[in-house]
C-alpha cells in the first residue's frame, strides 16, 4: 500500500488524509502530557484538533511531494511530571498509537462500507485509504530509534541525562541520513512488510466485527 508518483488527484486526497494524521499525532502527545500533568501544550494552544495548531507548512509540502515531511512538535517540561522518564515516555508513544488507532477506523469505514454496497465514490475509497496508509506510515516512522523522531524519544528517556544531550545533538544528522535512506529502496522493505502485518491484524479484528 506505499504510493509512488505524483497526481493532482493524488495530492487532493492526500490532503486530508495529511491533516487528520499530522493533527491527531500531535493532539495525542499534547492531551497526554497534559494529562501527566504538563501544561505546556495547553500554554501554546496544542491542546487542539484544530490543525492550523499543528501543521508546518514546508513540512506539509515536502510530505505531499516527497513523502517525507513534518509537523510542529509539541514542546513538553519534563520537570512537570511525577515520573519524569516514564510519563515522557508516554507522551512519546501517544502520537504513534494514535496513528494506529485513527488507521484502524480508516480501515474499518473502509471495510463497512465496502461491506453494505456504501463505498461507492472513487473519491472517498481514496481518501479513506490514504487515512490509513498515511496513519500506519506515520506510526511505523515514528516508532524507528533515529533521533528525533518519538522512538528515540522512548529509548533516550531510559539512558543518563549527559548521553540524552549528545543523543540530541546527534538529531540533525541522523534526520538527514533518514531521509536519504527513505529515497531508496530500503524503505519499501521496511515499510512495506510491517504495513502489511499491521493490515492483518487489522483484519482479523474486522472480521470479526462485521
Known amino acids: 500500500m506505499l504510493f509512488s508518483g505524483i497526481s493532482l488527484t493524488m495530492i487532493l486526497a492526500s490532503i486530508p ?38 501543521l508546518d507548512l514546508i513540512g506539509s509540502i515536502a510530505f505531499l511531494i516527497g513523502g517525507f515531511g513534518w509537523a510542529k512538535p509539541v514542546m513538553v517540561d519534563t520537570s512537570n511530571f511525577r515520573d519524569p522518564r516514564t510519563d515522557y515516555t508516554l507522551v512519546s508513544i501517544a502520537g504513534p498509537a494514535s496513528n494506529v ?15 453494505y454496497g456504501l463505498l ?4 472517498l475509497e481514496l481518501v479513506l485509504t490514504l487515512i490509513v496508509v498515511y496513519n500506519i506510515n506515520f506510526a511505523i516512522l515514528n516508532m ?43 524503505a519499501s522493505k521496511i515499510f512495506i512488510p510491517l504495513q502489511q502485518t499491521i493490515l492483518q491484524f487489522f483484519e482479523r479484528i474486522v472480521s470479526i466485527i462485521l
Open 17 to 54: 488524509a495529511l491533516i487528520i494524521a499530522a493533527a491527531g499525532h500531535e493532539f495525542a502527545h499534547a492531551k497526554v502530557a497534559d494529562m501527566l500533568g504538563d501544561s505546556t501544550p495547553r500554554s501554546m494552544g496544542r491542546l487542539t484538533l484544530n490543525p492550523v495548531a499543528h
Open 101 to 115: 488507532l485513527m488507521a484502524f477506523l480508516g480501515y474499518l469505514a473502509l471495510r463497512f462500507l465496502g461491506s
Open 120 to 123: 461507492t465514490n472513487d473519491s
Open 144 to 186: 524507528m530509534p533515529i533521533p528525533p523522531l518519538d522512538g528515540s524519544r522512548i529509548i533516550t528517556s531510559l539512558l543518563p541525562r549527559d548521553l540524552q544531550f549528545t543523543l540530541e545533538r546527534l538529531s540533525f544528522v541522523s534526520l538527514i541520513v533518514l531521509i536519504l535512506v527513505l529515497n531508496t529502496p530500503i
